[in-house]
């Protein structure tokens, strides 16, 4: 059915009364996350697109401390699991164990089982175990023997990666990267955020506790709205621009980026990058999706997903080089 | 007596026959030589050992009589031969003289002796081999004397070479060669009558451009007919066409606010600034959120976009010519 102008104008209304939470929240989770802005609004495109997050930075930026106090902001229940490399699958979504009373298997379940999951370090892990539960992300359902669970929702998996150490670790695949809605590249705060990092560390009792400002229901209908933000078949052919330029850029007139560019995005890069813009705008208090939103995700949806190949790592240049390049060259609508 | 007389005779005779054939041989040996230039050596110094095999004219005709030279190895006991020259013949007038010169060396100091060469000589019509022995050659291989009791002297620098330009005459010769050459082109484009420039004269000014699109744009009556997107995606894609000419700026690769950002440097249009956000807010609504501004929205527009126009316009080089086209001329304000 097409939205027609009194539509839009009533979910602009309803979206801005309904996003009045993302600043709550926000607030909530600034009483314990100094700085880190930009990581705690990407956790929220992830959460309000239905979009998994894989983070990237060197340890001690928050990470856990983030989803855990997101977790509790929204009531939601919280579970970590530390990637080894003796890690097997049954650790993380559970198995079956023998009861010797009842004389029967009964299904213990793993750490997945969780509303957020922070999967640390995740390359440390084996294959196999990065597969169980890029697998589970994916259908949001686990199989235990003969019984399939349901995940609950919202399942949001918030995967680290540190970029510094490399021995002994497994790299994850191409095609498990691409589940990821977002990768987001973290950096340090900054001296006036981190003095204040230091002052919340030794002085503990002067920060409130986090206190649960809504509740994983209200995340479900928040979900129900950004589904129905207005994306104008403008900005539908602006993404799919995008997205074709990293795959043909020569057809963009981008010929020096033929030879950097091994492979480009997949056809669930442009439906995250729509997701994403979606919830970006909802974030803002909007109904409709502008080209600023498909901007401001467009580097943490597309840069695990573009391909480099030898000649562009012997020359330095990097997926977010070549975004920059077609964002520049790529007419807006 | 008588009988005395025969007997001895008897035994002469026999004496005789028996040392013919010695007689014979004697006449078939041929005298062979070793002979050094020097008996005394430093180490490491040369020395030419000539060997010399002298035959008789009888000999040297004989087809069947052959004198084979001693092969010598690369290396004697102590001595190493540096070079060896081929087989000569010296012809005297009554003997004929075979000789061949080597160049020996010795990196060893004592008392040495050049063993005997032997000389094969083959003779007679059966080849009857036999040979023929040089006398040893006694040589001294003397260090160089060390006086210990003066001190150790330091290493000499390096010498320097004298120098001659002689060395040098290709070099400058060929750098000669160059320069005329240099000097002959050099001549040649400056007596070549030089082409007038050509100047261009600017043909049509993107300020003329926007306005011929604007006065298109508005005989269209694409509001009127209710293609109001249209209408919005038209006047602001003549405004960003017009940046981008008139300014230089990327203005169509830019959003909204990046455009509004990036348009400060520009004094003279960011005096607008404040119109061309209002025009480009509710461009984007009309564009992106289906806004049906009013008809007082839409002539307001155009006004905007006619007086940054006209306030943004070159005031010097503007040439009527409506038949040329604009591409290519750009004004940085």
């Known amino acids: 059915m097409e939205n027609t102008s009194s539509d839009i104008r009533q979910l602009n209304e309803k979206i801005h009364q309904a996003s009045a939470f ?12 100094v700085g880190q802005r930009y990581m705690v609004e990407r956790l929220l495109i992830g959460l309000l697109a239905q979009g998994h997050v894989l983070l990237e930075g060197v340890p001690g930026l928050a990470k856990t401390l983030s989803i855990k106090s997101l977790s509790s902001a929204i009531n939601a229940k919280f579970s970590r699991i530390q990637f080894t490399p003796d890690l097997l699958p049954a650790d993380v979504i559970g198995t079956m164990i023998y009861n010797q009373q009842k004389n ?5 379940r793993g750490p997945i089982f969780a509303n957020f999951i922070l999967a640390d370090e995740i390359n440390r892990a084996p294959a196999k175990v990065q597969s169980a539960l890029l697998e589970a992300m994916q259908e949001r359902q686990i199989t235990i023997g003969d019984t399939t669970f349901k995940l609950d929702e919202p399942f949001l998996v918030l995967a680290t990666q540190n970029p510094i150490e490399q021995e002994g670790t497994y790299t994850l695949p191409e095609a498990q990267v691409d589940r990821f809605m977002l990768k987001v590249v973290i950096g340090y705060p900054t001296k006036e955020e981190e003095k204040l990092i230091i002052r919340q560390n030794l002085n503990p009792e002067a920060s409130s506790p986090i206190r649960p400002i809504i509740q994983p229901s209200d995340i479900m ?3 129900k709205l950004v589904r129905e933000v207005y994306m104008d078949e403008k900005i539908e052919k602006y993404i799919l621009d995008i997205v074709f330029a990293t795959r043909n850029p020569e057809e963009y007139k981008l010929n020096k980026l033929k030879p950097l560019i091994a492979y480009g995005g997949s056809p669930r890069a442009s439906i995250n990058l729509a997701w994403a813009a979606k919830a970006y705008a909802f974030m803002k208090r909007r109904g409709y999706v502008i080209p600023e939103d498909v901007r401001n995700v467009c580097f943490d949806v597309m840069r695990h997903r573009v391909g480099l190949t030898y000649e562009a790592e012997a020359e330095n240049v990097t997926s977010e080089n070549i975004l920059s390049e077609i964002l ?6 | 007596m008588y009988k005395q007389q025969v007997i001895k005779r008897i035994f002469l005779s026999c004496l005789l026959g028996l040392l013919y054939p010695f007689s014979l041989l004697a006449q078939q040996a041929v005298d ?7 008996n005394s050596i430093r180490i490491g110094e040369q020395i030419k050992l000539q060997l010399t095999a002298t035959l008789t004219p009888a000999q040297f005709k004989d087809a069947n009589f052959k004198v084979l030279f001693p092969v010598l190895p690369d290396s004697l006991d102590h001595f190493e031969v540096v070079t060896r020259t ?8 009554d003997q004929h003289v075979l000789h061949q010169t080597f160049t020996l060396t010795s990196f060893d100091s004592g008392h040495w002796e050049i063993p005997p060469m032997r000389f094969e000589v083959i003779s007679g019509a059966n080849s009857t081999a036999d040979s023929a022995v040089t006398l040893p050659i006694g040589i001294d291989v003397n260090t160089v004397a060390v006086d210990t009791t003066k001190a150790f002297k330091p290493i000499k620098a ?14 400058i010769a060929i750098g000669i060669t160059i320069a005329l050459v240099g000097i002959g082109i050099w001549w040649y484009l400056r007596s070549k009558p030089k082409k007038e420039p050509v100047i261009k004269t600017p043909t049509v000014s993107p300020y003329e451009i926007a306005c011929q699109e604007l006065k298109i744009l508005k005989e269209e009556k694409l509001w009127q007919q209710g293609d109001i997107k249209q209408y919005y995606t038209r006047l602001t894609d003549i405004l960003r066409t017009y940046f981008e000419h008139q300014f230089s700026i990327a203005a169509l690769e830019q959003t909204s606010e990046e455009l509004l950002q990036n348009i400060k440097p520009v004094t003279i249009l960011n005096q607008q600034r404040d119109k061309l956000r209002s025009l480009l807010s509710i461009a984007d609504l009309a564009k992106f959120a289906k806004l049906q501004p009013t008809a007082d929205e839409h002539e307001d527009c155009m006004r905007k976009t006619e007086e940054i126009l006209e306030w943004t316009k070159p005031k010097a ?10 591409t290519g001329e750009k004004q940085q304000a």
């Open chain 1, 328 to 333: 520049n060259a790529v007419e807006v609508p």
């Open chain 1, 22 to 33: 993302v600043d709550l929240l926000t607030m909530e989770l600034g009483k314990v996350i």
């Open chain 2, 158 to 171: 390096v010498q320097a070479v004298p120098w001659n330009i002689w060395d040098y005459w290709l070099y």
């Open chain 2, 86 to 93: 081929t087989l000569d013949t010296l012809v005297n007038q």
């Open chain 1, 104 to 108: 029967e298997f009964v299904v213990r």
């Open chain 1, 221 to 223: 209908e928040a979900r």
């Open chain 2, 317 to 326: 080089n503007v040439v009527n010519n409506p038949g040329a086209t604009a």
């Open chain 2, 32 to 38: 062979v030589t070793a002979k050094a230039d020097t």
